[in-house]
């Protein structure tokens, strides 16, 4: 059983920058994937980004959306997942979620691959 605990998100202009954070309440993350899924309005949840913690090198995935934009990144003392976004923009306007998945292997931005959820937080992006 993992939990999840978000926080960060907000509202920002245009080209400005947020930092979500997703608190782990687990005893190691070394078995997991970890990511970044958004929900707008409407629309399908998708997913922005992954990282997978199984491996000592903790390999990165990106949407191409964001791809350059947003960064990923672990604090593995604190059990603490990061996503940093920059050069926002409107359309990445949406609810935030983390999740963890178990012995990933693949489709890491995809919502299948993942059983434990944080709880959400809204982004907003004016123009």
């Known amino acids: 059983q993992v939990q999840l605990l978000q926080s960060g998100g907000g509202s920002v202009e245009s080209g400005g920058s947020l930092t979500l954070s997703c608190a782990a309440a687990?005893?190691?993350?070394?078995?997991?994937?970890m990511g970044w899924f958004r929900q707008a309005p409407g629309k399908e949840r998708e997913g922005v980004a992954s990282?997978?913690?199984?491996?000592?090198?903790?390999?990165?995935t990106y949407a191409n959306s964001v791809a350059g934009r947003f960064t990923i990144a672990r604090d593995k003392a604190k059990k603490t997942l990061y996503l940093q976004m920059n050069s926002l923009k409107p359309e990445d306007t949406a609810m935030y979620y983390c999740a963890a998945g178990r012995f990933c292997s693949g489709a890491y931005l995809q919502v299948e691959t993942y059983r434990y959820w944080g709880q959400g937080t809204q982004v907003t992006v004016s123009s």
């Open positions: 687990v005893y190691s993350l070394s078995e997991y994937c």
């Open positions: 990282i997978n913690l199984i491996y000592t090198h903790a390999p990165t």
